[in-house]
């Protein structure tokens, strides 16, 4: 199984954060540098074909609240 092998039960709970922060900060700035022409841009995706950008972030973007659903889930199971 392939969450076996990110070893959770061994990493930092607040270095993921801060690595979740910083992935998120260096992403926005990298796309704050992009026009609205770039946004609509298209690409192949290998599984999803043509793609825009924002097609392409609004699924990553709107997937955080599951994570942070989970979390929550995770600490009141663990009485936390």
Same mark, same amino acid.
């Given at each position: ?14 270095? +993921?954060? %801060? ?11 990298? /796309?704050? $540098? #992009?026009?609205?022409? +770039?946004? %609509? ?11 825009? /950008?924002? $097609? #392409? ?20 199971? #663990?009485?936390?």
């Amino acid at each position: 199984m392939f969450a076996v092998k990110l070893a959770c039960e061994q990493r930092d709970p607040v270095e +993921e954060i %801060r690595l979740i922060e910083v992935t998120r900060q260096q992403m926005a700035r990298i /796309l704050k $540098t #992009l026009s609205p022409d +770039e946004f %609509r841009r298209t690409r192949n995706h290998f599984e999803d074909g043509s793609l825009d /950008l924002t $097609t #392409l972030l609004t699924p990553i973007t709107d997937h955080r609240p599951h994570h942070i659903r989970f979390i929550k889930e995770k600490r009141a199971a #663990l009485g936390c």
